[in-house]
């Protein structure tokens, strides 16, 4: 039996989100900055694809590139488990304007030099 390379698998996930998001050949090709005809040969494995014009393509279907390359070239992410309180943290963290993480960091910074007994 043989294996479909790794450009018919990327081919194929990038025509999956394309048509899940609506997006036409026409549309992602102008916004990736490339042929219509070089997205149909990528989509059909037909050409290999260089690292600059992933991530153009990731960037117009706004998705992390890992989304798009075949599972098993992706980079496994350790698990994290975190305490609720953590969570919570975190969250708080990301919905936070610049400033105010910044001034969270510095907080939290001088809060960890000292010692509490």
């Known amino acids: 039996m043989k294996m479909k390379s790794d450009a018919k698998i ?6 999956s989100v394309r ?3 609506k997006i036409t ?4 090709a102008f916004d990736a900055d490339i042929s219509v005809k070089m997205l149909s040969e990528y989509e059909n494995g037909k050409r290999e694809m260089n690292s600059q014009v ?3 393509i990731a960037d117009a279907l706004m ?3 890992d989304e798009l390359v075949p599972e098993r070239l992706r980079v496994s992410q350790p698990e994290v488990h975190m305490a609720p309180d953590e969570e ?3 969250n708080m963290l990301q919905k936070m304007n610049p400033e105010a993480r910044d001034l969270i960091m510095k907080m939290a910074n001088q809060l960890s030099q000292t010692s509490v007994a």
């Open 54 to 56: 992933l991530f153009r």
């Open 63 to 65: 998705i992390p590139v």
């Open 19 to 21: 048509k899940k998001q």
């Open 88 to 90: 919570i943290l975190l």
């Open 25 to 28: 050949q026409e549309t992602l």
């Open 10 to 15: 990327l081919g194929e996930n990038i025509r």
